[in-house]
């Protein structure tokens, strides 16, 4: 199914617009990717301009970085413990931007968007 970005034929009130022209390819967009802990798996797309998009479907290992010693490990996720934009989206075991996950290390919080950029990157959370 495809998703449009384009204007909608409403406005914030109610009322209606009526739009004076049609649909373009270029306001299409994707449904959503969520990505979930489990055996690395990426999903390559094309996007506008030739370009491709690395997707990250599931996601095993992140990359934690340790704001003292300034030294980044790749280290296991082991559950996803809080996602302050959505509590749904923590009991689902999905990351995002944001997302606080159990590392190997300790409490890391996610600084990269996994759908977008494939990879896990993420800061350890100081006690």
């Known amino acids: 199914m495809a998703i449009w970005h384009g204007k909608t034929g409403k406005k914030v009130t109610g ?6 022209r049609k649909k373009r ?12 802990i489990g055996k690395e798996r990426r999903i390559i797309k094309k996007v506008k301009g030739g370009k491709i ?3 990250a479907s599931f996601a095993e290992f992140a990359s934690v970085v340790d704001p003292k010693t300034n030294q980044t ?6 559950e996803v413990i809080k996602t302050p934009s959505n509590p749904h989206l ?3 075991n999905i990351i995002t931007k944001g997302t606080i ?5 300790g409490e890391a919080r996610v600084t990269s968007r ?8 993420s800061v350890l959370i100081e006690k």
């Open 101 to 105: 996950i159990k590392t190997e290390l």
């Open 25 to 36: 390819k270029y306001e299409l967009g994707s449904s959503p990717l969520h990505t979930r």
């Open 114 to 121: 996994p759908s977008q950029h494939g990879m896990v990157n």
């Open 53 to 55: 998009k690395i997707k």
């Open 73 to 78: 490990k790749k280290v296991k996720i082991l």
């Open 90 to 92: 923590a009991r689902r």
């Open 15 to 20: 009322g209606k617009i009526i739009l004076t």
